[in-house]
């Protein structure tokens, strides 16, 4: 079926059938004054809104201030409109001439907005902001656009309760991971991100592994911050359910700005931000690593030999690039900056409105050798081709130029500057001493070959490893009112996004002979995603006119296709190091390319009702249908009842006065998810490793048919209230949920290999529930014409649990241990990302001291009565200096037995709090934000702090066990060449990673307005800002900002010494004219 | 007018939404789908053939579990740890040495053939009855012959018969014991083997690498043998005798089956070719440099031209000497039996397996003959592969035990190094219900630590110790499995 064939019979039916309608019409007349000297107003705008708040007609007072405006409609409410006044209601009385007074907006115009909120209504579902009963909370972005945060993501963090927000790293162009409610699936739980009503990619399906981190996926909310005029969280599955299956982790409505009728405003931003690390970890300086490296061959070996390297031997070839004292951290770490240019111009008449903008950012990192460039420009075109007929074009593209550092075998250089002897030169000295001005990249060091022990400046000066963007949207929507109560509107979207990766590894920045295969290494990837989203709708509110009952809804009718190509190619060894693409076609190691496509269509109706303006009822079914489900399972139904009761405006509470608009809500849904991979459901047969067997082709079958896939459901119910009281000055809105993830859809399941085969692609099976509460309140202490102080505050609570596993789940994830492994386990009533390891209980002060005992607390003997001592499997017997583990089964032996749970990577508490003070033209503001009661993995601690190879340690090595019976608090273990036991996965890396972090602290002053006049701006604003100024926490890594990446759902929250979020401070300067 | 653009706009939502389902079937674009194979006789076949070559990619591991815990190999320097841990009897079901995933991967593959054969005769016109059960004869076979080596090798194990086609399929399926596999082994032979190809390939690779008439013959036999039924085993190796398309090689010729391979005297042998990358894996096993296994001090007491008088068979043949007290194996790294010309080039990976060859059908039936007390029968048989090794013939005393003994240590001379001796070793330990055990388990501890022999003796007499456990991720993963009592504590 051909379905651009009937949008196009469809538009053009619509161009025929559009003719004015006959209407009842009624004319009023009147004068437009300044309240305060009684002026007339010239070129004032009068506009009339539909019920929806839509424009639907207007005029322009004109020189004596009168105007004169022909309704199309009674019951529409009329507006008058200047820039630099209130907006004022027109009395609709056709046979009165209305003198309208209205008041200059100096000092309320924060509240002008909010108006303006509670008027907006959502697309899809036609509600009312005001009479929304499910829960979502709505931020008005205006106030973080001149703080040196440069991602939506960044300003939202901690604002919003229950909306949990982490940076993936610190390095420009990275983006973060936006967890709502908690995690409520395994894997990614990226909510959906929905601009001016299109939804936006998910993370593109089933790209290729081998290029693709974290930071690139999770890069979600591309686009400039300055054009975002509010974001809207949907957090409960009724409100989701609207988007059906992808509303699964939450949504985020982002609206963008748009053009409003006046003169036409420039406006110009300029941001200017330097960032500076957080201090890094004390690592050990070259002559205290040596002395350490030392003592852990004379602990293991006793006799030895000691490696030249580390044997301060002047007659060394290579003494002098091995006797430096370098600070690998600090080599690579330097102070970043931002650049931020913003402009944009506005404006519109009657019949066009537009609103256009350009960015563009430049941040270098805090790593060196790291940047990204961003260009975004984004337009919104309202055009009204009759007063019934609205058209509108959005457009919006973001180039984005990143560059980083490459990673060499997983390890990228912040972790490799950490563990890297710092006895070692960066530069090489030849045999007398003198720099040979090449960089030291020994084939083998004392550490190990040059590959995995690369030297990290080097690696970040020659190497390199850049990203390409382009992100384009194109949104057209035609909107028809059929009558004064129906709406026709169709939207048609398209969007395309293609990322090129580009990275290259050449031969002198590592130490490798030419026959490794990581030699000029060279890797391009290419990636494209395309998709088109329409929607036809048909909106409609009240039929009737009675003022009791009130009715709205629409019906929708959705489709979405999304395909994705991808293409990677690695050549090695090219023969230059100029030549930095894999374009030698005998150098190719790898080529491979994917393509494919989903298709989505989806009906949805909602209905709401609402009587006498307290009882409301909103109900909402949508439909899905997706082409990664088989015939039988295609069908999702996924649907949200909630009910409001705003008992503010009941009689018997009209007395009293200090109660404002307040509601109680209810709310019930449903919402889904769909796999990733669009094609898991099919067998796929391909040929084996040579392809034939006797000259006869071989093929084998490689996956399972999936006849069982189906969504996974997300039902959650929500209780919440709202009070406003002491007339705007208090708000509090509150929320208590339960969601339940059932047929949790598992990627990649374990199978017994009897099966022949390891894996399912997906399995549904299990539950998993989230239980928390939200609060948020919002105080206005202090609101005087000149003075203006208002707090805030937000905290939630989330409570995530497996509920049921599914039968025959193997819930041994991994079952490894050894120094630095964790065994990874998943157990029924303990949440996701939970840890579990060894109980570390201190050092075993002398060998004498190492005993086993039984449950009793008695020394276990054997039959000889000797002590028998503790032991380590069966390999290893524990000495004094060794770590204690604790015996949980008294059985006389640390092992897979003795495993306990150690903590989870959830927080329990998260939230934040921040107070603005307005006073005359300066508006200063706070932010803080804190996640309480989780537990990191320091990933960096147990590289450098094991002490058994030959990893650079931190300094606090250097409270170690050094003697027989030395017993002192908080000393480490002992210095241990190959240890096999002595840096176990165990809670002595679990730590806290409570912290509270002053976000964000901005000072602004605004140019009075009078002396704008005199210099010809419209206003004029100079900020100072401050980001991520301190954090108070007990956490010992560099950074409690822990990335939370769920791909693996088992290992989450551990630190890997990704670059921590810097301290950011901002001047910013705005102009508007 | 405003009507005609309300039905306009609800008959275009109706249109769209008859169009959907339609839309929606969206095929990979690139990829091999269930839906579009089992078309033809071709894929039918194709599935089989990956079935082989998934079994010969095995060679490694049928060279480890037929002589690991044998007295045949010694471990080098290189040995892994998880080999090595086999060899000294040092088992834990951890050791993923312990894995069944190939054994079982062949298995659905041929569980694939048999039900699909059927359901692609309906489709495709072009296939005969004839061909369709030849095909599904050879799915047969090899599914018979994975679950004899399980069962060897396991004891107890899942019998899995149908393919893991979707997610409904169960996948959950506990242990059967070793008479029930072996009973729907010998059924399913015994019903094709009418059907098997018997010679009738067109080239030489195909008729000695895939599954002929000879080769169901050797295989039931093996069978018979193990489970001590020795009027079946005569049975079965006189079918082949009397095919005439298998006779010994020559004396003179015998280093032939190893290097061309496909000798007369091959059954079975997984075939092989460097040119085409289908490279073996007993080459990196067994060349002089790479320290993995070598022969064991009584390999190279049989075979050394010091001590034994092993001519054809011994020095130069199975194994070579390149150094002093310095013996490789021979048999795939050879080129000729000189002991100095190696082979080069692709033709290094090119030595096939060989899973059956005439010498060890007439050595099975020698076996049969004696324990059912014709000993001159026997003793004729196995005087003529003596005498092919260009031998004195042997008088043996006329009693089962002697003739074990002697067949026993005739077999560790012909098939060094071809994945038999573990099993022979089993099959003795077994015999009348485990009367010498002692002897097998004499064998297991010649490999351990000195210090863990006399435990491990005691241990041992457990004959579930035998075999191996059930890989841990696998008791993991299916929850109806269990645990080989022996390595439950």
């Known amino acids: 079926m051909n379905l651009k064939k009937i949008y196009l019979i469809c538009f053009l039916l619509l161009g025929i059938i559009v003719t004015s309608i006959a209407q009842q019409n009624t004319i009023i007349r009147g004068r437009v004054v300044d309240k305060a000297d009684k002026t007339t107003i010239i070129g004032a705008n009068i506009v009339e809104y539909d019920s929806e708040d839509r424009v639907v007609n207007g005029t322009i007072t004109d020189v004596n201030g009168d105007f004169v405006l022909q309704m199309i409609n009674q019951s529409n409410t009329v507006r008058v409109r200047v820039i630099g006044y209130n907006t004022e209601v027109v009395k609709v009385d056709p046979l009165k001439v209305s003198i309208i007074e209205i008041e200059s907006s100096d000092v309320a115009l924060g509240e002008v907005t909010v108006i303006a909120e509670s008027r907006s209504v959502n697309s899809l579902t036609n509600i009312d902001d005001r009479d929304k009963a ?69 993370i593109s399906q089933s790209f290729d592994l081998s290029s693709a981190d974290s930071e690139d996926i999770s890069n979600l909310i591309n686009i400039a911050l300055q054009d975002i005029k509010s974001i809207e969280v ?146 919104n075109l309202d055009y009204f081709l009759s007063r019934n007929l609205l058209f509108q074009i959005k457009f919006n593209y973001i180039k984005n130029e990143i560059n980083g550092n490459i990673s060499i075998r997983g390890r990228n250089i912040r972790e490799m500057a950490y563990i890297k002897a710092p006895n070692m030169s960066i530069w090489e000295y030849d045999l007398v001493g003198l720099p040979t001005g090449e960089y030291f990249t020994p084939i083998t060091s004392y550490q190990g070959n040059g590959t995995t022990y690369f030297n990290p400046v080097a690696v970040a000066n020659l190497g390199r490893d850049g990203r390409l963007e ?68 048909v909106a409609f509110t009240s039929p009737f006119k009675n003022e009791d009952h009130q009715l709205s809804g629409a019906i929708t009718w959705v489709t979405d296709r999304s395909g994705y190509q991808w293409m990677n190619i690695q050549s090695a060894k090219n023969p230059s190091v100029d030549i930095q693409v894999p374009s030698i076609s005998g150098q190719v190691a790898y080529i491979a390319t994917n393509s494919g496509e989903g298709k989505m269509v989806s009906g949805l109706g909602n209905v709401n009702y609402k009587y006498l303006d307290r009882y409301l009822v909103q109900t909402i079914l949508r439909a899905d249908a997706h082409s990664s489900f088989g015939e039988n399972n295609r069908w999702g139904l996924f649907k949200g009842i909630s009910l409001g009761w705003r008992f503010s405006s009941e009689d018997f509470l009209s007395s009293l006065d200090f109660l404002g608009e307040s509601m109680l809500r209810v709310s019930w849904g449903v919402a889904g998810r769909q796999p990733n991979d669009v094609y898991a459901r099919f067998a796929t047969y391909e040929s084996t490793g040579t392809g034939s067997y006797t000259f006869n082709p071989a093929i084998s079958p490689i996956s399972i048919q999936l006849d069982r896939l189906m969504w996974e459901t997300i039902t959650s119910y929500n209780i ?220 960096v601690a147990i590289q450098t702090e094991g002490m058994n190879n030959r990893n650079n340690q931190s300094k606090a090595v250097l409270r170690r066990w050094r003697v027989e019976g030395q017993n002192e608090p908080g000393m480490l273990p002992r210095a241990y060449m190959n240890h096999p036991a002595n840096n176990l996965g165990s809670d002595r890396y679990v730590e806290k990673g409570d912290y509270l972090r002053l976000n964000n602290v901005k000072v602004s002053y605004e140019l009075n307005k009078n002396l704008c006049n005199k210099i010809g701006v419209r206003k004029a604003n100079l900020t100072l800002s401050a980001r991520k100024l301190f954090t108070l926490t007990n956490y010992s890594g560099q950074d409690p900002e822990v990335s939370q990446d769920a791909s693996n759902p088992f290992w989450i929250g551990v630190d890997n010494a990704r670059t921590p979020p810097p301290k950011v401070y901002t001047l910013s300067l705005a102009v508007g004219f | 007018m405003k009507l005609k653009v309300k039905y306009s706009v609800i008959l275009f939502i109706l249109l769209m939404q008859i169009s959907c389902n339609n839309w929606l079937e969206s095929l990979p674009p690139n990829g091999l789908i269930r839906e579009e194979f089992w078309q033809s006789k071709e894929d039918v076949e194709a599935v089989l053939m990956a079935a082989y070559e998934l079994f010969a990619s095995m060679d490694r591991t049928l060279f480890l579990q037929g002589e690991l815990r044998g007295d045949l190999l010694f471990g080098g320097s290189n040995q892994p740890s998880r080999e090595r841990s086999i060899a000294e009897n040092n088992i834990y079901p951890d050791n993923n040495y312990c894995d069944w995933t190939p054994y079982y991967k062949i298995i659905n593959h041929c569980n694939e053939v048999i039900k699909n054969a059927p359901l692609v005769q309906g489709i495709d016109n072009t296939f005969t009855d004839f061909r369709k059960q030849s095909l599904m004869a050879e799915a047969y076979f090899i599914r018979s012959l994975a679950y004899f080596y399980l069962v060897r090798i396991y004891n107890e194990v899942p019998l899995v018969l149908e393919p893991s086609e979707t997610d409904n399929s169960d996948f959950y399926i506990p242990k059967s014991t070793e008479s029930e596999v072996l009973n729907k ?78 000798s007369i005297e091959g059954i079975f042998e997984f075939q092989f070719d460097g040119n085409l990358n289908q490279r073996n894996g007993t080459f990196g096993l067994t060349q002089r440099f790479s320290n993995l296994y070598f022969p064991s001090q009584k390999a190279t007491e049989m075979f050394g031209k010091e001590n034994a008088n092993e001519l054809v068979r011994g020095e130069n043949a199975s194994i070579a000497k390149i150094g002093e007290d310095d013996f490789i194996i ?87 190094y071809e994945g038999k001796r573990w099993f022979d070793l089993l099959r003795l330990g077994r015999r009348n219900n485990f009367s010498r055990k002692n002897k097998l388990i004499e064998v297991i501890i010649s490999n351990v630590p000195s210090n863990q022999k006399r435990i491990l003796a005691v241990k041992l007499t457990n004959p579930l110790g035998w075999y191996l456990p059930i890989y841990e991720s696998e008791i993991e993963r299916n929850k109806n499995l269990n645990q080989n009592q022996y390595y439950e504590f």
């Open chain 2, 330 to 416: 021979w048999k795939y790294v050879g080129q000729f039996p000189d002991g100095q010309s190696f082979r080069s080039g692709n033709d290094q990976y090119s030595c096939n397996w060989i899973v059956y060859r005439y010498a060890d059908v007439l050595l099975m039936k020698a076996e049969a003959l004696s324990q059912t007390g014709r000993y001159a029968e026997a003793l004729a048989i196995l005087n003529k592969t003596r005498e092919r090794a260009n031998l004195q013939p042997k008088n043996i005393v006329f009693n089962a035990a002697a003739f074990e003994d002697a067949i026993m240590e005739e077999r560790a001379l012909e098939f060094a």
């Open chain 1, 134 to 202: 499910s829960s979502s909370v709505k931020v008005d972005l205006m106030d973080m656009q001149e703080v040196g945060v440069i991602s939506a993501a960044d300003a939202l963090q901690g604002k919003i309760s229950g909306l949990d927000i982490i940076s993936a790293s610190g390095d420009p162009g990275s983006g973060s991971q936006i967890v709502i409610r908690g995690l409520s699936s395994m894997g990614n739980n990226q909510p959906l991100i929905v601009i001016d009503g299109i939804p936006q990619f998910r």
């Open chain 1, 470 to 537: 382009n992100h384009f949207r194109n949104t057209f929507m035609l909107q028809y009112r059929l009558n004064d109560w129906l709406i026709f509107r169709e939207t048609a979207s398209f969007q395309s996004q293609g990322t090129k990766n580009k990275s290259f590894l050449p031969y002198n920045a590592i130490g490798a002979d030419w026959l490794n295969y990581q030699i000029n290494l060279s890797k391009a990837t290419s990636r494209v995603n395309q998709g088109i989203h329409t929607e036809t709708q």
């Open chain 2, 185 to 262: 082994v010998v059924i399913d032979l015994k019903q094709y083997r009418e059907f098997a190809p018997s010679g009738g390939f067109s080239t030489i690779i195909e008729n000695k690498g895939r599954a002929s008439k000879p080769a169901f013959d050797a295989l039931l036999a093996d069978i018979a043998l193990w489970r001590f039924e020795y009027d079946e085993v005569l049975e079965h190796v006189e079918k082949i005798e009397n095919s005439g398309e298998i006779e010994l090689m020559k004396g003179g010729e015998w280093f032939q089956i190893f290097n061309p391979g496909n």
């Open chain 1, 720 to 939: 919440g209230a709202e009070l406003n009281l002491f007339k705007d000055r208090l708000y509090l809105e509150g929320d208590i949920y339960y969601k339940i993830t059932s047929d949790i859809l598992f990627k990649d399941y374990s199978l017994p290999v009897s099966s022949g085969f390891n894996v399912l692609k997906y399995f549904n099976g299990g539950q998993m529930t989230n239980t928390g509460w939200e609060l948020m309140a919002d105080a206005r202490l202090i609101r005087t014409n000149d003075l203006l102080v208002s707090v805030n505050f937000n905290a939630s609570q989330n409570i995530n649990s497996f509920k049921k596993l599914p039968e025959n789940f193997n819930a041994e994830r991994s079952t490894s241990i050894g120094n630095g492994q964790y065994p990874q386990r998943v157990v029924e009533g303990e949440p996701i990302g939970s840890f579990f390891g060894f109980r570390y209980l201190g050092v075993w002060a002398s060998d004498k001291d190492v005993v086993a005992k039984d449950v009793d607390g008695n020394v276990l003997k054997d039959s000889y009565g000797n002590k028998l001592p503790l032991q380590y499997a069966d390999s290893y017997i524990f000495k004094g200096g060794d770590p204690i583990y604790d015996d949980i089964n008294h059985d006389g032996k640390i092992d897979l037995n003795d495993v306990v749970y150690l903590g989870d990577s959830n927080p329990k508490f998260i939230g934040g709090f921040g107070t603005t003070v307005k006073f005359k033209n300066f508006d200063f503001s706070a932010n803080f934000h804190y996640r309480l009661k989780f537990d990191i993995i320091n990933g």
């Open chain 1, 234 to 379: 949907l957090k409960d599955a009724a409100s989701t359910a609207i988007y059906g299956s992808q509303g699964a982790d939450g949504v985020l409505l982002i609206e963008t700005k748009k053009g409003r009728m006046g003169k036409v405003q420039f406006d110009y931003q300029y941001k200017a931000s330097l960032n500076i690390q957080p201090p890094p970890i004390p690592m050990l300086n070259g002559d205290e690593y040596i002395t350490l490296q030392l003592k852990e061959w004379h602990n293991s070996d006793a006799i030895y030999k000691i490696p030249p390297e580390i044997a301060y031997d002047k007659d060394y070839a290579d003494f002098f690039n091995y006797s430096a004292n370098t600070n690998w951290i600090n080599e690579i770490t330097k102070n970043g900056n931002i650049q931020d240019h913003y402009f944009s111009v506005s404006g519109g008449g009657e019949k066009t409105r537009f609103f256009t903008s350009f960015s563009y950012i430049n941040e270098e990192g805090t790593t060196i050798n790291t940047e990204s460039k961003r260009f975004s420009t984004n337009i």
